[in-house]
């Protein structure tokens, strides 16, 4: 009954009728699993209607207590990361503070090319889900989308197949983002949730935010090294721009 009610709720959610009356949001909430280096979990929530999206993304807990401890004492509220899509313009933005400097990051949506099949059948949260794969980024993709659910979205970047991304997971086993909870929540409760920040510091292009990142960790390294005591070996480590410990491993415009 409880299913055959939510499903009831998704065919008026992407009914026609919709776009008249935008009283309705859904929030989907993800645990995330990385294994880039020391292994961290996070629990995120999805928030979308029919042509937007926003993940927001929480504070991972790092898997060794001292580290986790560190990592918590140095986040704040501003800390937090979020990802906007927007289907009607076909644009991903990222907000992050970078450097004590919030930015607004934006590209083009990304066109991933999935694979669907038929064959092999899951049940997530009570949906029967279909699965596909796809590459992004450096990394190959297994997600599991339910057709119920008929948008685009998915945790983090991941997007574009004809059902909401429930579960997904990279052939490395580095990168996870599971489904634990889908619900209606009426809009002005989450008001402002898919709208972009407006106290950012500047509007950056990818590609710049990738030199900016790079710079930033170069410089961090820097400031390490010039700590040690002279004779430490580890004065002499040079920046390591190899990116297979990050989500994203190679960008467009890096392909060969």
Same mark, same amino acid.
């Given at each position: 009954?409880?299913?055959? !009610?939510?499903?009831?709720?998704?065919?008026?959610?992407?009914?026609?009728?919709?776009?008249?009356?935008? *009283?309705?949001?859904?929030?989907?909430?993800?645990?995330?699993?990385?294994?880039?280096?020391?292994?961290?979990?996070?629990?995120?929530?999805?928030?979308?209607?029919?042509?937007?999206?926003?993940?927001?993304?929480?504070?991972?807990?790092?898997?060794?207590?001292?580290?986790?401890?560190?990592?918590?004492?140095?986040?704040?509220?501003?800390?937090?990361?979020?990802?906007?899509?927007?289907?009607?313009?076909?644009?991903?933005?990222?907000?992050?503070?970078?450097?004590?400097? =919030?930015?607004?990051?934006?590209?083009?949506?990304?066109?991933?090319?999935?694979?669907? *099949?038929?064959?092999? !059948?899951?049940?997530?949260?009570?949906?029967?889900?279909?699965?596909?794969?796809?590459?992004?980024?450096?990394?190959?993709?297994?997600?599991?989308?339910?057709?119920?659910?008929?948008?685009?979205?998915?945790?983090?970047?991941?997007?574009?197949?004809?059902?909401?991304? =429930?579960? @997904? *997971?990279?052939?490395?086993?580095?990168?996870?983002?599971?489904?634990?909870? =889908?619900?209606?929540?009426?809009?002005?409760?989450?008001?402002?949730?898919?709208?972009?920040?407006?106290?950012?510091?500047?509007?950056?292009?990818?590609?710049?935010? @990738?030199?900016? /990142?790079?710079?930033?960790?170069?410089?961090? =390294?820097?400031? /390490?090294?010039?700590?040690?005591?002279?004779?430490?070996?580890?004065?002499?480590?040079?920046?390591?721009?190899?990116?297979?410990?990050?989500?994203?491993?190679?960008? +467009?415009? +890096?392909?060969?």
């Amino acid at each position: 009954m409880k299913k055959t !009610k939510l499903i009831i709720l998704l065919i008026l959610f992407t009914a026609n009728t919709y776009a008249q009356n935008k *009283s309705t949001i859904a929030v989907v909430e993800y645990t995330t699993k990385l294994k880039l280096g020391l292994p961290a979990e996070n629990t995120s929530r999805l928030f979308f209607n029919n042509n937007q999206s926003c993940f927001i993304e929480g504070k991972f807990n790092i898997k060794k207590k001292q580290e986790q401890e560190n990592i918590q004492d140095k986040q704040s509220k501003h800390d937090t990361i979020k990802y906007y899509v927007d289907l009607t313009k076909k644009q991903l933005f990222k907000e992050e503070l970078v450097d004590n400097e =919030l930015y607004l990051i934006k590209e083009i949506l990304p066109k991933i090319e999935w694979n669907l *099949s038929f064959k092999e !059948k899951d049940s997530i949260l009570g949906f029967l889900c279909n699965k596909a794969k796809g590459n992004f980024r450096g990394r190959t993709y297994t997600a599991w989308y339910a057709p119920d659910i008929p948008v685009h979205f998915g945790p983090w970047k991941l997007q574009g197949l004809p059902g909401l991304i =429930l579960k @997904v *997971s990279d052939d490395l086993e580095q990168v996870e983002f599971s489904a634990i909870s =889908l619900e209606y929540k009426k809009e002005d409760e989450y008001s402002n949730a898919l709208e972009l920040p407006s106290n950012y510091f500047k509007t950056i292009g990818l590609e710049e935010y @990738v030199s900016l /990142i790079d710079k930033s960790e170069e410089e961090e =390294l820097k400031k /390490i090294m010039a700590s040690m005591p002279r004779d430490s070996k580890a004065r002499n480590i040079k920046m390591n721009k190899d990116r297979t410990s990050k989500i994203e491993m190679k960008y +467009e415009w +890096e392909q060969d």
